[in-house]
């Protein structure tokens, strides 16, 4: 090959690595033409580079030895763009002590990779800064103390940070790795149910008064970069990017200086943020501090609750000019459901004067949890009335004006009787009276409880004997979520999956207390377990690859895994339940459209999989097999308007056919089994109420009798 033939060539052998696979062929047709010379030596270039990945001089010596003159050889420095390897080349490569799998998606500031921390055994999310930005001393000495300072934040709804490093002239970022998907991708051109809006809302407060009490300011709020995880927890990401303030004295909004040299940190040569959730400051490029974050706060919510940006235009400029002048359309005219406060919510929040805005992070907390309490998570507070005035055939519209709800959470159990169709009747007992449970599961022979309990934001493990309504601590306080709760087949051990801001893994413990031992490293489903005792079988999102689940199962120690089946990662959890006679393994695949809600049957001895059921619109939760393998008891997600409930229900088996055993307002969680299928453990969250009507205008006194409660 001729040096004049590689000039010709290296920019299309650049834009095809580009490509998808499936979208390389039409490439190449178009860019070369008729040209017969150029498209076969752009095929074997593409070829080579797409061969075992082994090292990046193995790869520059593979593709070197299609070029026949010495002056057409590919350099390294050749392979680089924006200061970074082509994509596929960084596939399999070690950095640090992090090796290299594929790549998770890129923008302005980088690329992000999944890689393996060869040190710790654990799945990280490695991001690397483009030569433009890693080259510059000031700004990459900026970022260094500004992602150290994001890096401390030990925060349960913030993304961490791990390290920042560089190797071979590369500065990287490595960071918690998670499953799940941005915001983004749940706001459609629909409202967002209600109860999910306050819950993440609470928690997307929650992680920003962590960060500005540090003196730290995000700059960036948007559903791009507010994680859900596939638990239903919010994580804000890109915090390493976001400006360290000043902290001390009487307020924590210590203002800074938006320069041009610091704007380049967020986009180059832009203001920072993203046009559409910027703050009137950040477009004015004046100085901003924690208030600019609640501002951009403020967009997300008006979008989670109507499906639509509050300023729009065709133009950036429009957008501007909406953002310094313009008020938003009232959120209520677009979704008449929404409570009245949680309007005045949003609108305090956009207000253009950050003197009149929220002040700090926890003031819009407490009003989303005062909102979230009083208004029974928005359905009762948003109910109007028309009553008639006794003097007059006139009608008065009348409006709720408060709702006093009492939330609690009970654990309770269902009573398996003969009957012909499981749980056709049952009787319900509740057996504790707080309100702080988070999870629970029961023991096979129906005595034990193991549930989490939350106080003060930590939570801990506690065994309840039913009988005696005696309790045993067995896993102390922590910064962590459990949920997942089990007992192994003989009841010697519990099984749980545990949740901090670092790390998500499953994890055992003896059933009476005791250290626990990771079992499995990483995102996994609940366990279940072979009714011999001796296996165990989990789900694995991303195993072995990218957009794949792995079915495995293994020793009750987490060792000896075996992978016995994958398919395509479902949009919800990969829930997994081993039949009772041990000869089946069926889990759960979710995907959009019809008919994607599917139940399959792994058979064990011949491989083949099976469909039980299918569903279109049935988001499961949990499931377990009944004893006599007549069906599954399966916890699953209701939405009603503008609000979700979870409540149980049975799935029969051979018939695949759905009833439910709950239909009311309560929420029920994840679902257990004991042995004998007579007592199942679920925690009930059930919401009271007293509605008290009384005119527009108001009252003097004291308030009038309830009209309902």
């Given at each position: 090959m001729t040096p004049e033939l590689w000039q010709r060539l290296k920019p299309l052998f650049h834009a095809a690595l580009e490509k998808d696979l499936q979208d390389r062929a039409a490439f190449i047709n178009a860019a070369c033409g008729a040209d017969l010379e150029l498209k076969t030596n752009l095929k074997q270039l593409l070829n080579a580079e797409q061969q075992d990945a082994g090292s990046l001089e193995a790869r520059f010596a593979r593709l070197n030895g299609f070029l026949d003159d010495k002056r057409a050889r590919i350099q390294p420095?050749?392979?680089?763009?924006?200061?970074?390897?082509?994509?596929?080349?960084?596939?399999?490569?070690?950095?640090?002590?992090?090796?290299?799998?594929?790549?998770?998606?890129?923008?302005?500031?980088?690329?992000v990779y999944?890689?393996?921390?060869?040190?710790?055994?654990?799945?990280?999310?490695?991001?690397?800064?483009?030569?433009?930005?890693?080259?510059?001393?000031?700004?990459?000495?900026?970022?260094?103390?500004?992602?150290?300072?994001?890096?401390?934040?030990?925060?349960?709804?913030?993304?961490?940070?791990?390290?920042?490093?560089?190797?071979?002239?590369?500065?990287?970022?490595?960071?918690?790795?998670?499953?799940?998907?941005?915001?983004?991708?749940?706001?459609?051109?629909?409202?967002l149910p209600l109860d999910d809006v306050l819950e993440w809302g609470i928690e997307i407060a929650d992680a920003?008064?962590?960060?500005?009490?540090?003196?730290?300011?995000?700059?960036?709020?948007?559903?791009?970069?507010?994680?859900?995880?596939?638990?239903?927890?919010?994580?804000?990401?890109?915090?390493?990017?976001?400006?360290?303030?000043?902290?001390?004295?009487?307020?924590?909004?210590?203002?800074?200086?938006?320069?041009?040299?610091?704007?380049?940190?967020?986009?180059?040569?832009?203001?920072?943020?993203?046009?559409?959730?910027?703050?009137?400051?950040?477009v004015r490029c004046e100085e901003m501090d924690a208030r600019t974050d609640l501002f951009s706060f403020g967009v997300v919510l008006y979008e989670m609750v109507t499906g639509v940006l509050p300023f729009r235009g065709e133009s950036a400029g429009l957008t501007a000019e909406a953002i310094l002048n313009r008020a938003p359309v009232s959120p209520v005219r677009l979704n008449p459901d929404l409570p009245p406060k949680f309007e005045e919510i949003i609108n305090k929040a956009l207000e253009k004067d950050r003197k009149l805005r929220y002040q700090n992070a926890t003031d819009i907390r407490t009003d989303l949890q005062r909102l979230k309490r009083d208004s029974d998570l928005g359905l009762a507070a948003v109910t109007s009335v028309q009553v008639a005035a006794k003097a007059s055939t006139k009608l008065i519209r009348w409006a709720v004006l408060a709702i006093f709800c009492a939330i609690g959470a009970g654990v309770y159990f269902f009573f398996h009787r003969n009957d012909v169709r499981p749980f056709q009747n049952f009787t319900m007992t509740q057996i504790t009276n707080g309100g702080n449970y988070g999870a629970v599961g029961v023991s096979?022979?129906?005595?034990?409880?193991?549930?989490?309990?939350?106080?003060?934001?930590?939570?801990s493990l506690?065994?309840?004997?039913?009988?005696?309504?005696?309790?045993?601590?067995?896993?102390?306080?922590?910064?962590?979520?459990?949920?997942?709760?089990?007992?192994?087949?003989?009841?010697?051990?519990?099984?749980?999956?545990?949740?901090?801001?670092?790390a998500t893994d499953l994890l055992r413990a003896p059933v009476l207390g005791g250290a626990p031992n990771v079992v499995v490293p990483g995102p996994s489903s609940a366990v279940t377990f072979s009714p011999d005792g001796k296996r165990m079988a989990f789900t694995r999102r991303h195993d072995p690859d990218e957009g794949s689940f792995s079915l495995l199962t293994s020793n009750l120690d987490g060792t000896d895994q075996k992978t016995v089946t994958t398919g395509r990662l479902s949009l919800g959890p990969n829930l997994a339940a081993w039949t009772p006679d041990g000869k089946q393994i069926a889990f759960t695949l979710t995907g959009p459209g019809q008919g994607t809600v599917a139940i399959q049957l792994l058979d064990l001895a011949s491989s083949k999989v099976l469909t039980l059921a299918r569903f279109d619109d049935l988001p499961l939760e949990s499931m377990v097999w009944s004893p006599d393998r007549h069906g599954l008891l399966v916890s699953f997600r209701k939405n009603l308007g503008f609000a979700a409930r979870s409540q149980v229900g049975f799935i029969s088996n051979p018939e695949g056919q759905f009833r439910s055993i709950t239909n009311d307002t309560d929420n029920y969680?994840?679902?257990?089994?004991?042995?004998?299928?007579?007592?199942?453990?679920?925690?009930?969250?059930?919401?009271?109420?007293?509605l008290y009507l009384t005119p527009a205008a108001g009252f003097s006194g004291a308030p009038p009798d309830p009209a309902l409660s």
């Open positions: 420095a050749e392979l680089i763009v924006d200061g970074l390897p082509i994509m596929s080349l960084m596939i399999g490569r070690t950095i640090s002590h992090y090796r290299i799998g594929e790549k998770l998606g890129g923008g302005g500031m980088g690329v999944k890689a393996v921390d060869a040190s710790l055994g654990r799945y990280v999310a490695l991001k690397f800064l483009p030569d433009h930005m890693a080259q510059d001393p000031q700004i990459l000495e900026r970022f260094r103390r500004e992602a150290r300072a994001a890096s401390a934040l030990n925060h349960p709804h913030i993304c961490t940070i791990y390290e920042i490093g560089e190797q071979d002239g590369q500065t990287f970022i490595a960071m918690e790795f998670m499953e799940g998907a941005t915001l983004k991708h749940r706001i459609t051109d629909n409202p920003l008064g962590a960060a500005h009490s540090k003196g730290i300011i995000h700059r960036d709020i948007k559903p791009a970069n507010i994680f859900l995880t596939e638990r239903g927890h919010i994580k804000i990401l890109d915090f390493g990017l976001a400006k360290l303030m000043p902290v001390g004295g009487s307020t924590n909004l210590s203002t800074i200086s938006a320069t041009r040299e610091l704007e380049r940190l967020t986009q180059p040569g832009t203001a920072m943020g993203t046009s559409v959730y910027m703050s009137p400051e950040q096979p022979d129906g005595k034990y409880l193991l549930n989490s309990l939350e106080e003060n934001r930590r939570q506690w065994l309840r004997n039913v009988p005696t309504n005696s309790d045993k601590e067995v896993i102390a306080p922590a910064e962590a979520i459990y949920y997942d709760l089990r007992f192994s087949s003989d009841g010697n051990y519990i099984y749980f999956r545990k949740e901090t801001s670092s969680g994840t679902v257990t089994l004991s042995e004998d299928g007579k007592a199942l453990a679920t925690v009930q969250r059930r919401v009271t109420q007293t």
